[in-house]
T-cell receptor, first 113, second 117 residues
Framework: GENVGLHLPTLSVQEGDNSIINCAYS??????FIWYKQESGKGPQFIID?????DKRQGQRVTVLLNKTVKHLSLQIAATQPGDSAVYFC????????????FGTGTRLLVSP | GAVVSQHPSRVICKSGTSVKIECRSL??????MFWYRQFPKQSLMLMAT?????????EQGVEKDKFLINHASLTLSTLTVTSAHPEDSSFYIC?????????????FGQGTRLTVV
């Protein structure tokens, strides 16, 4: 399966900084993307999503950018807070007749006060 | 948002026994549920897509006879780890999409920590 054996990269920032987390996807059949946040010992929590006919979407303190040309997603978190510390995953919805949601490698975000 | 409940949250079993994990959508109906496995410090690996009333679709490399999935109703899917061994120890997570909702978020359960001793 995907992503077995890969360990999480870490992004360390100071409180108040803006954070940018990147994700590469590989399947051209992916038509929808989601960013999830996962805290230790818990299931993933939805942050923001974007459809493939868009290149940018904004939420509260978060922005997702999609570049289909290079198959790249990013999550921008403004004014990062200690409570944002978690692991962040992008997930792609692969549509090949039936849909499945596949997760990227993930990035651990550490926010220092 | 919609709620997905997973039970149990933690289970310890002896090697060779079987363990059943339940995934319920509490306030919506889900034709499709997904089962994932997550090892420490790694991403979620999709194991199978569970379809109500039909056989699950397994990802390459996932043993169908070892990880039995049943999706008997629109609100319940179960994963049974048969003849569990220590290498099956992992965090298992289910998720569900609302009926008819394509290209929408999947809601996740809280996960089940399985330890095989």
């Amino acid at each position: 399966g995907e992503n077995v054996g890969l360990h999480l990269p870490t992004l360390s920032v100071q409180e108040g900084d803006n954070s940018i987390i990147n994700c590469a996807y590989s399947n051209s059949a992916s038509d929808y993307f989601i960013w999830y946040k996962q805290e230790s010992g818990k299931g993933p929590q939805f942050i923001i999503d974007i459809r493939s006919n868009m290149d940018k979407r904004q939420g509260q303190r978060v922005t997702v950018l999609l570049n289909k040309t290079v198959k790249h997603l990013s999550l921008q978190i403004a004014a990062t807070q200690p409570g944002d510390s978690a692991v962040y995953f992008c997930a792609e919805n692969i549509n090949t007749g039936f849909q499945k949601l596949v997760f990227g490698t993930g990035t651990r975000l550490l926010v220092s006060p | 948002g919609a709620v997905v409940s997973q039970h149990p949250s933690r289970v310890i079993c002896k090697s060779g026994t079987s363990v059943k994990i339940e995934c319920r959508s509490l306030d919506f109906q889900a034709t499709t549920m997904f089962w994932y496995r997550q090892f420490p410090k790694q991403s979620l690996m999709l194991m199978a897509t569970s379809n109500e009333g039909s056989k699950a679709t397994y990802e390459q490399g996932v043993e169908k006879d070892k990880f039995l999935i049943n999706h008997a109703s629109l609100t319940l899917s179960t994963l049974t780890v048969t003849s569990a061994h220590p290498e099956d120890s992992s965090f298992y997570i289910c998720s569900a999409r609302q009926n008819g909702q394509l290209n929408t978020e999947a809601f996740f359960g809280q996960g089940t920590r399985l330890t095989v001793v």
